[in-house]
């Protein structure tokens, strides 16, 4: 290569260190790569800390709403703790570490601005946006979901009413109280609601939004059932299907 070695040494000694730069970049990247599960364990870790409001989350919480194995749960966790992301206490379960913190935040506040901008921009429904949501988050700088953010009004929540953190990662409340722990008699307003699809479909199934008011008539704890009253009629829920509906108690 002529022309290289007839650039000054200070030249070469710039290109090389730029070189040698993006090598390091790249290897800190691929470091840090998560594959989709990783991610979503990232996520739930973290959304299950603050919505059990403790710093701990056990590995069978984990398995419960995810639906898979300990043995699973405990794989992806050992996972996570080589690439920092998360530290286990052993009998206590498992927390994130600051950067394992960092990545769930930035995920989620993508993730929650792009569903308001799929739900609210263009339409869709509150079931069809995990998808988009998920891709979109991962493609878009920084700079931009800035923009999207002031473009949208700075929204505090997203369509499933999960709260999104600000760019100083201040958030609004989010709803902790579970539909299922409400006795008979209550009355409970719906703030939030887990993105699972097979519920989303439910609840439009069943007509209930955010904000809707539900009435506790009987509950069957034997047979896992709760009778409902919501805006006039009566429906039946499993206690499974409540425990994924939060909200608060109407005082
Ligand atoms: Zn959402």
Redesign the pocket.
């Known amino acids: 290569m002529k022309w290289y070695t007839e650039v000054s040494f200070k030249v070469r000694l710039k290109i090389e260190s730029v070189i040698t730069l993006s090598f390091l970049y790249l290897k800190q990247k691929s470091r840090c790569h998560m594959n989709r599960a990783e991610e979503d364990y990232i996520k739930t870790i973290y959304e299950l800390t603050i919505e059990k409001k403790q710093p701990l989350i056990k590995a069978n919480e984990l398995s419960e709403r995810f639906g898979y194995s300990d043995q699973s749960v405990n794989e992806m966790i050992k996972k996570l703790v080589k690439k920092h992301l998360v530290s286990f206490v052993p009998y206590k379960g498992v927390s994130l570490t600051s950067k394992g913190k960092d990545v769930a935040i930035r995920m989620v506040r993508a993730?929650?601005i792009w569903?308001v901008f799929l739900t609210e921009k263009l339409g869709f429904s509150?079931d069809e946006?995990?998808e988009d949501?998920e891709m979109l988050e991962h493609a878009t700088s920084k700079h931009v979901l800035e923009k999207l953010y002031h473009f949208l009004g700075e929204p505090k929540y997203?369509?499933?009413?999960?709260p999104i953190p600000d760019f100083k990662n201040h958030m609004a409340e989010v709803a902790v109280q579970s539909l299922d722990q409400l006795k008979v008699g209550e009355t409970f307003e719906v703030l939030r609601v887990l993105?699972f699809k097979e519920l989303l479909l439910y609840l439009n199934e069943q007509n209930i939004k955010l904000h809707d008011y539900l009435n506790i008539i009987e509950k069957d704890e034997f047979n896992g059932i709760m009778t409902i009253l919501c805006n006039n009629q009566r429906k039946t829920m499993s206690i499974k299907t409540a425990k994924m509906i939060f909200g608060r108690i109407k005082k």
């Open positions: 993730h929650r569903e509150w946006v995990h949501a997203c369509q499933h009413g999960n993105d």
